[in-house]
């Protein structure tokens, strides 16, 4: 049972670790096409990483998300992927990747012990996939998800982010293509992390019951009780074994059992993405070897995880650092 509660009542037991604030993408929800990235002292190395992992699991923390930026593009994150998938305790290692690099890394991630792995998927044409990524190659994406599947994850799963008028004529296609290929696909609602000048987010803004009634005028979805750990809420079909989850972190708020924390890049401990309460692990780590102190800031970090968020996309947004940065 994790030692990991907050004022809530709340049980902490999930950790997101954005391992690089780096992408070899720059999605237009996510970034500004210009970034500047953090300099690499700043970054939390991967023994530090490891290190307050460590912390975590002996914490009770059962399910780690390796994500970023691009967390396929950190040098060497092969070495921490094998070290958390051996970490005695640790039930679930997964990651989320743009798919850019899986071709060659899916092999790797499931003997080093990930378990299950979502692809960012926003349009399965080439010319949009470009658009929409500023740099991605859609051919290279669809190999490395097919390479993921050739490896037998536990499951592998689509993330797809719906802007109105750029990719939802696309929401049925990328349903036809998740139940083609056996697989559960997941829609986000976009969250107004950062600032971006590409487009206005409340005039793209897509509610999820609008992208379910699009779905529903072409396959009868089911309502399930199916639970992943994570915010998103499950549909299936009759005749398919895919599933189709949503996460509307505007319209349907999914505060009430959030059992999850965030690792900056920087090594921010965030206790909400959706506010700035946080806690400096990396000046922690990088002052002391001794990891009672270390375990102490964590478990303290839980009184300040706040009730809920609040997102409105006309404000100006209240949280200005960007979703790479986040560990979304
Ligand atoms: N680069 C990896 C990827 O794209 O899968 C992992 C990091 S990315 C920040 C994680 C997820 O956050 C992706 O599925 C992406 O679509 C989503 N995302 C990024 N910015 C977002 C935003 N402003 N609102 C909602 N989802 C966002
Ligand atoms: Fe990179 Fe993922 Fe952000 Fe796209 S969503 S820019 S792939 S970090």
């Known amino acids: 049972m994790t030692e990991l509660v907050d004022k809530f009542g709340r049980r902490v037991n999930y950790l997101r670790i954005s391992v690089t604030d780096r992408c070899d993408f720059r999605c237009v929800y996510c970034m500004a096409e210009e970034?500047?990235?953090?300099?690499?002292?700043?970054?939390?190395?991967?023994?530090?990483?490891?290190?307050?992992?460590?912390?975590?699991?002996a914490l009770g923390v059962r399910k780690i998300r390796l994500t970023g930026g691009e967390p396929l593009v950190r040098r060497n994150v092969m070495s921490l992927v094998q070290q958390l998938g051996q970490?005695?305790?640790?039930?679930?290692?997964?990651m989320t990747t743009n798919?850019?690099?899986?071709?060659?890394?899916?092999?790797?991630?499931?003997?080093?012990?990930?378990?299950?792995?979502?692809v960012s998927l926003d349009s399965l044409n080439?010319?949009?996939?470009?658009?929409?990524?500023?740099?991605?190659?859609?051919?290279?994406?669809?190999a490395g998800l097919e390479a993921a599947l050739a490896q037998g994850f536990e499951s592998v799963k689509i993330n797809a982010v719906i802007l109105k008028g750029r990719n939802d004529d696309e929401i049925v296609p990328l349903v036809a293509?998740?139940?083609?290929?056996?697989?559960?696909?997941?829609?986000?609602?976009?969250?107004?992390?950062?600032?971006?000048?590409?487009?206005?987010?409340?005039?793209?803004?897509?509610?999820?019951?609008?992208?379910?009634?699009?779905?529903?005028?072409?396959?009868?979805?089911?309502?399930t009780t199916h639970n992943s750990g994570g915010p998103a809420r499950y549909y299936r079909?009759?005749?398919?074994?895919?599933?189709?989850?949503?996460?509307?972190?505007?319209?349907?708020n999914f505060c009430g059992d959030c059992n999850r924390v965030r690792l900056t890049a920087e090594g921010r401990?965030?206790?909400?993405?959706?506010?700035?309460?946080?806690?400096?692990?990396r000046q922690v780590v990088r002052s002391t070897d001794?990891?009672?102190?270390?375990?102490?800031?964590?478990?303290?970090?839980?009184?300040?995880?706040?009730?809920?968020?609040?997102?409105?996309?006309?404000?100006?947004?209240?949280?200005?650092?960007?979703?790479?940065?986040?560990?979304?």
């Open 35 to 57: 970034m500047t990235f953090l300099p690499r002292n700043q970054i939390l190395s991967l023994e530090e990483i490891q290190r307050i992992a460590r912390v975590f699991v």
């Open 126 to 142: 080439p010319e949009r996939f470009r658009n929409l990524t500023r740099t991605g190659d859609l051919s290279r994406v669809l």
């Open 87 to 94: 970490l005695p305790g640790l039930d679930q290692l997964v």
């Open 290 to 328: 001794d990891d009672t102190l270390l375990r102490q800031a964590i478990v303290d970090a839980m009184g300040l995880k706040p009730e809920q968020h609040y997102f409105d996309l006309q404000d100006e947004p209240q949280i200005v650092r960007f979703m790479n940065m986040t560990g979304g």
């Open 237 to 252: 079909f009759e005749d398919s074994p895919s599933k189709v989850g949503f996460i509307s972190p505007h319209s349907h």
């Open 177 to 223: 293509f998740a139940r083609d290929n056996g697989i559960d696909i997941t829609f986000i609602e976009e969250m107004p992390l950062g600032h971006i000048s590409e487009h206005q987010r409340d005039e793209c803004f897509m509610p999820s019951d609008e992208v379910r009634s699009r779905i529903e005028a072409h396959y009868q979805l089911h309502p």
């Open 269 to 281: 401990l965030l206790l909400c993405l959706g506010n700035e309460h946080s806690v400096d692990l």
């Open 99 to 118: 798919g850019s690099q899986l071709a060659t890394s899916a092999p790797l991630l499931k003997q080093a012990g990930v378990k299950r792995i979502n």
